[in-house]
């Protein structure tokens, strides 16, 4: 995200900044969906079966995100600084990186609001409507904004300039800022599109605890970033994420 939306007399160094904090890690951060499928095929294969047929087109979509994401990456790295090709394959990089996390928003949204029907072995609600709904999308929109928080708390840290760092701290402030409409979207459209979802978190024993301790996480990050503790609000940040996704 913050690829695509550089910008200011810094947008090359930012962009070096995020390729740099990325390169050691590359690989390693598709092991977690490898791992997932490997997981989810060898000990639900009937869950497996009717999530590949009901959301393959997301699904689809999501893997050819992450291809063109790493092949854009590499083939950037290695081609000559500022020219035209380089700048194609910095746009090919941003936007397959914020497509992925958008679709896989909105896969986690479709399975969350019960919207898969099966008839015996039969996927019978179709290849679109689970995954295009309302809720799913806000979902959707919900995890891009995630990703987007995290991604310019952790670059905070990482940059080696204050400038650089006063670039993504404002970034991180105005996207944190903007989770809170968002997850709270998302929470109100549950009501009708995911009736569970609604219910886990209304109505149940833990989610008073739940919501306080989101809140309490968000409003720590805000203050440690607001006063440049950015060590300390990569936990706060990560700590919110983590209890978002737990509800």
Not at 130 to 137: D, G, N, Q, V
Not at 198 to 217: C, I, K, R
Request: include cysteine; proline fraction near 4%.
């Amino acid at each position: 995200v913050w690829d695509l939306l550089a910008m200011g007399p810094r947008k090359a160094e930012q962009r070096a900044l995020i390729a740099r904090a990325i390169g050691p890690v590359w690989e390693v951060n598709h092991v977690w969906l490898i791992v997932g499928l490997v997981l989810l095929f060898s000990g639900f294969p009937r869950a497996f079966a009717a999530l590949s047929v009901a959301l393959h087109v997301p699904l689809t979509l999501l893997v050819l995100g992450i291809v063109f994401r790493g092949t854009a990456f590499t083939f950037r790295a290695y081609d000559t600084r500022g020219d035209a090709v380089e700048r194609r394959w910095g746009v090919l990089f941003s936007g397959a990186s914020v497509v992925a996390p958008l679709l896989l928003g909105m896969c986690v949204g479709a399975v969350a609001s019960d919207a898969i029907r099966m008839q015996g072995h039969a996927v019978v609600s179709g290849f679109f409507a689970s995954w295009t709904s309302p809720f799913a999308l806000s979902v959707g929109v919900l995890t891009l904004g995630l990703f987007a928080f995290l991604a310019a708390v952790y670059l905070t840290h990482e940059a080696h300039t204050p400038a650089l760092a006063e670039d993504f701290r404002r970034r991180a402030l105005v996207t944190g800022g903007l989770l809170f409409p968002l997850a709270f979207a998302a929470l109100l459209l549950s009501r009708e599109g995911a009736p569970r979802v609604w219910t886990g978190l209304s109505q149940t024993s833990y989610a008073l605890a739940l919501h306080v301790g989101t809140a309490v996480a968000a409003v720590a990050a805000f203050a440690l970033l607001w006063t440049r503790r950015f060590r300390a609000a990569r936990v706060a940040a990560a700590t919110q994420a983590g209890l978002i996704v737990l509800g």
